[in-house]
């Protein structure tokens, strides 16, 4: 690798670890399907963001929330919305298509981005979802971003923590997860 690459992937790195993302190294943790295949028809509706890695799109956001819907080609909708920190709702939607296993997608959100792996790790549909997404980078590391959803603005502390020690268990540095604020009365 010369030398501008290697400089280039460092500044790289250190701006996406500051951003919240984990990078590590070596390719991604290898995805497992939830016991009896995911429910999407029980999956889909709101969910609210409870803790997050922050991704540059994310900063400064509070009241997140996701709703999700299927198209009619099988696809499924994402609508994040959220408030910034001038009050101001934004909102971007993006387009998961199912992989292999039925709790992987590939999410894109802008027409020429990308797709982002989109692995829901655990969920009881009713309380609580746990979103990892991992990409590798060059084929040396990978990147792994998290999400702890709630049917509801709030989730309780002990169901978090059993999240958390999930996120571990699979290698998510959960130092760099910070809580997102419900506070608009949603």
Known sequence: MNQLALISLIVLSSTLCQLGSSLSPGRCPQTTEIDGG?????????WYEIKRTDLIFELGLRCVKTE????????????????????????????????????????????FS???????????????????????????????????????PNLDSDIVDQLVAKLKAIGVETDKLTTTAQDCGN
């Open 68 to 111: 999700y819907t299927v198209e009619s080609n099988g696809n499924v909708a994402v609508n994040n919305t959220g408030v910034s920190l001038i009050n101001t709702q934004v909102s971007v939607v993006g387009t998961a298509k199912p992989g292999t296993q039925s709790n992987v997608f590939a999410v894109s959100f802008f027409q």
């Open 114 to 152: 990308p797709s982002a792996q989109y692995w829901i790790v655990d969920t009881d549909y009713e309380t609580y979802s746990l979103v990892v997404s991992c990409n590798d980078v060059l084929g040396l590391f990978n990147l792994k971003n998290a999400w702890i959803l709630s049917r509801k």
């Open 38 to 46: 995911l429910n999407l028809s029980r999956y889909l509706g709101k």
